[in-house]
């Protein structure tokens, strides 16, 4: 089955994401999970979603390729995970 979400689902969606992230540290549970499957299904999930337009506003921003997308966690004792155009530098 596939199904399309709009900016605003996917926003909601990233935004609890990062919110129960952001409880499983406070709460200091945050050593049982394993960040790297995290980033890959966050990848996966997200990759071929094509809603959406670059800010043609900012210029540094219209002209990046729109195909390009990473998702990186970095937790507080500095270990990276990563998935996707993660060596691309990004303006944001």
């Known amino acids: 089955m596939s199904f399309k979400i709009d900016a605003k689902q996917q926003l909601a969606t990233v935004m609890s994401l990062t919110m129960a992230l952001l409880l499983l540290f406070a709460t200091n549970l945050s050593a049982d999970i394993d960040y790297q499957a995290l980033v890959e299904t966050a990848h996966t999930k997200f990759k071929d979603n094509n809603d959406g337009a670059n800010a043609n506003y900012i210029p540094v921003l ?24 993660v060596d691309h530098k990004f303006s944001i």
């Not at 990046?64 to 997308?69: A, G, H, Y």
């Open 62 to 85: 219209d002209e990046v390729d729109s195909s390009l997308f990473g998702v990186v966690i970095v937790t507080r004792d500095g270990k990276t995970y990563a998935a996707g155009d």
